[in-house]
């Protein structure tokens, strides 16, 4: 099966930093991904992380520990903007190496 | 390049009627999926098709919803007939090729059934 795990909401401060954590338990694994949703909108990607460590990009980082069943999405310098939910996603491996498995989501809220 | 296009953007429908969603996806994806994602809930897979063959419809309940991709590129999504419980914000996806790491959203149909 498939659980994943990750905050429901958070608030932050514009020009702050915050870590948004999500943990997993999965059947079959071959990497995470990082989703952003504006409020009617649709996802977009982020990030993907398939070995373990930190990938950067901009102001965003992306952390995996596959030993842990552990990812976290760094923001950086945050911006009003950044106000959100983040979506974490495990894909599967193999046969389901299609398959997104996704979380339920952390709704970030940027205050000034 | 265009991204994911997906109408109507907002549904409203009574209970007992039948419902239709059209998705367009990127040009070249071959991978196609249908999500349905209820309030405060990561989107759950309903359909994949590769090309015009549906490889995985484990998820979708079929005594109600149907979905087709005729010329491997356009795809539906009904439901008929709708219920309550059917109110959701149903996404399409798509991605270049089969397996491939990247899924891309569309903006999302919000169906609501009253």
């Known amino acids: 099966g498939q659980n994943i795990d990750q905050p429901t909401e958070m608030t932050a401060t514009e020009g702050a930093i915050v870590q948004i954590n999500c943990t997993y338990q999965?059947?079959?694994?071959?990497?995470l991904f990082w989703y952003q949703q504006h409020a009617g909108e649709a996802p977009t990607f982020l990030s993907y992380?398939?070995?373990?460590g930190l990938e950067e990009k901009g102001r965003f980082s992306s952390f995996l520990s596959r030993s842990k069943g552990y990812s976290y999405l760094l923001l950086k310098e945050l911006q009003m903007k950044d106000s959100a939910s983040y979506l974490c996603a495990a894909k599967g491996s193999g046969a389901g190496s299609y398959q997104l498995t996704f979380g339920k989501g952390t709704k970030l809220s940027v205050i000034p | 390049e265009a991204g994911v296009v997906q109408s109507p953007r907002y549904k409203i429908i009574e209970k007992k009627q039948p419902v239709a969603f059209w998705c367009n996806p990127i040009s070249g994806h071959n991978t196609l999926y249908w999500y349905r994602q209820n309030l405060g809930q990561g989107p759950e897979l309903l359909i994949r098709?590769?090309?015009?063959?549906?490889?995985?419809d484990s998820q979708l309940p079929k005594d109600r919803f149907s979905a087709e991709r005729l010329k491997g590129v356009d795809s539906t999504l009904k439901i008929q007939p709708a219920e309550l419980g059917d109110s959701a914000v149903y996404l399409c996806a798509s991605s270049p090729r089969q397996g491939s790491d990247t899924q891309y959203f569309g903006p999302g149909t919000r169906l609501t059934v009253l």
């Open positions: 992380n398939v070995l373990d």
């Open positions: 999965t059947s079959g694994f071959n990497g």
């Open positions: 098709y590769e090309n015009e063959e549906a490889v995985d």
